[in-house]
T-cell receptor, first 113, second 113 residues
Framework: GENVEQHPSTLSVQEGDSAVIKCTYSDSASNYFPWYKQELGKRPQLIIDIRSNVGEKKDQRIAVTLNKTAKHFSLHITETQPEDSAVYFCAASGDRNNNDMRFGAGTRLTVKP | SQTIHQWPATLVQPVGSPLSLECTVEGTSNPNLYWYRQAAGRGLQLLFYSIGIDQISSEVPQNLSASRPQDRQFILSSKKLLLSDSGFYLC????????????FGPGTRLTVL
């Protein structure tokens, strides 16, 4: 089955700096890669996703890149703000019905004002 | 639009007591449904998923069970809770065939004493 590894486990940046979170996956058949943001005590919320037919996707300050050859994908947050502080999870899925989605262990991002 | 509900929001139960957590989805039909558990400060562990009424797949053998008596209702149960069952239980749904994104409910925080 799929195995997703996520690094780093914690990340602290200064407000305005960029943050990068990286994930690797094991199953070359995986074709869908979402990123979720979870604030303390709240549910994970989808913030961006990418499918295997593209290499990069951007939404305002958030971007995701995918390297299928190397089987890794990354989340990039530019111009970080204190409200970006949260735990971020990557995930990978290859089944058409999404019954095999596997999550990374999460990255706790702290943005210091 | 689709909405996912979970109740109760919080629960404190003694060891050995039974458990019933409920999840319902509105605004869609024949969704895929999922139960996850998140231990404090940890990642998401998939417990069960369902692609239809009375169709349940278990990911992790333990003292929990799941049922789907109606199309948009998913129930997580236990006959006897263990201390290790404490955690944040999240229900999620995804559209049927052809779509991958999972959307999470607000969660139930369970403390077993």
């Amino acid at each position: 089955g799929e195995n997703v590894e996520q690094h780093p486990s914690t990340l602290s940046v200064q407000e305005g700096d960029s943050a990068v979170i990286k994930c690797t996956y094991s199953d070359s058949a995986s074709n869908y890669f979402p990123w979720y943001k979870q604030e303390l005590g709240k549910r994970p919320q989808l913030i961006i996703d990418i499918r295997s037919n593209v290499g990069e996707k951007k939404d305002q300050r958030i971007a995701v890149t995918l390297n299928k050859t190397a089987k890794h994908f990354s989340l990039h947050i530019t111009e970080t703000q204190p409200e970006d502080s949260a735990v971020y999870f990557c995930a990978a899925s290859g089944d058409r019905n999404n019954n095999d989605m596997r999550f990374g262990a999460g990255t706790r991002l702290t943005v210091k004002p | 639009s689709q909405t996912i509900h979970q109740w109760p929001a919080t629960l404190v139960q003694p060891v050995g007591s039974p458990l019933s957590l409920e999840c319902t989805v509105e605004g869609t039909s024949n969704p895929n449904l999922y139960w996850y558990r998140q231990a404090a400060g940890r990642g998401l562990q998939l417990l069960f998923y369902s692609i239809g009424i009375d169709q349940i797949s278990s990911e992790v053998p333990q003292n929990l069970s799941a049922s789907r008596p109606q199309d948009r209702q998913f129930i997580l149960s236990s006959k006897k809770l263990l201390l290790s069952d404490s955690g944040f239980y999240l229900c999620a749904w995804a559209p049927g065939q052809g779509s991958d994104t999972q959307y999470f409910g607000p969660g139930t925080r369970l403390t077993v004493l």
